[in-house]
T-cell receptor, first 113, second 114 residues
Framework: QQQVKQSPQSLIVQKGGISIINCAYE??????FPWYQQFPGKGPALLIA?????SEKKEGRFTISFNKSAKQFSLHIMDSQPGDSATYFC????????????FGTGTRLTIIP | GAVVSQHPSWVICKSGTSVKIECRSL??????MFWYRQFPKQSLMLMAT?????????EQGVEKDKFLINHASLTLSTLTVTSAHPEDSSFYIC??????????FGSGTRLTVV
């Protein structure tokens, strides 16, 4: 019940296209859903996060869509750029800042010219 | 924004020796520090959770006598890998957290045991 399932495992998108990564969870106690970007040899960096009281959050080219009833959330990267090539992890926590994050398995995104 | 400084960024040690990894929260008080381990092309695996002044809580399967965690203050936590062996080679990442701050990750430490 603690799992967060992430797909796809890898994704190749053309420059300028839309990258979409999906996550699903089971634990209805989760109330914080962040997305992290990680480059090789670096720690994860927070990209964008959402709480279950909203269905969408947009920050620049990055959008989280959240479907509480389906227990799913997704990351959309608009106008994908080669610099977006990285590994992306979704995560979830039942208590923001107090309890552990449960991570998805990661998506390796490659943006090609 | 919040910063967690993690050192060293990489370390090579001989089998049987101990290695200490340090994480400092520079501009906030981390009431909780999470320690993760990450193998190549895999997700982050939580090793333990520590609260300032308390003993760490280890995840199932993580040897607490091998991975010693100290959270002596709200700004400093350390992970010591004791009697390191080649199978301990991995990427170790800390994350400082607080109720109003969320989670801030360190830059990671690449440990290679030879």
């Amino acid at each position: 019940q603690q799992q967060v399932k992430q797909s796809p495992q890898s994704l190749i998108v053309q420059k300028g296209g839309i990258s979409i990564i999906n996550c699903a969870y089971e634990n209805t106690a989760f109330d914080y859903f962040p997305w992290y970007q990680q480059f090789p040899g670096k720690g994860p960096a927070l990209l964008i996060a959402i709480r279950p009281d909203v269905s969408e959050k947009k920050e620049g080219r990055f959008t989280i869509s959240f479907n509480k009833s389906a227990k799913q959330f997704s990351l959309h990267i608009m106008d994908s750029q080669p610099g977006d090539s990285a590994t992306y992890f979704c995560a979830a926590s039942p208590n923001f800042g107090n309890e552990k994050l449960t991570f998805g398995t990661g998506t390796r995104l490659t943006i090609i010219p | 924004g919040a910063v967690v400084s993690q050192h060293p960024s990489w370390v090579i040690c001989k089998s049987g020796t101990s290695v200490k990894i340090e994480c400092r929260s520079l501009d906030f008080q981390a009431t909780t520090m999470f320690w993760y381990r990450q193998f190549p092309k895999q997700s982050l695996m939580l090793m333990a959770t520590s609260n300032e002044g308390s003993k760490a809580t280890y995840e199932q399967g993580v040897e607490k006598d091998k991975f010693l965690i100290n959270h002596a203050s709200l700004t400093l936590s350390t992970l010591t890998v004791t009697s390191a062996h080649p199978e301990d080679s991995s990427f170790y990442i800390c994350s400082g957290a607080g109720p109003s701050r969320g989670y801030t990750f360190g830059s990671g430490t690449r440990l290679t045991v030879v």
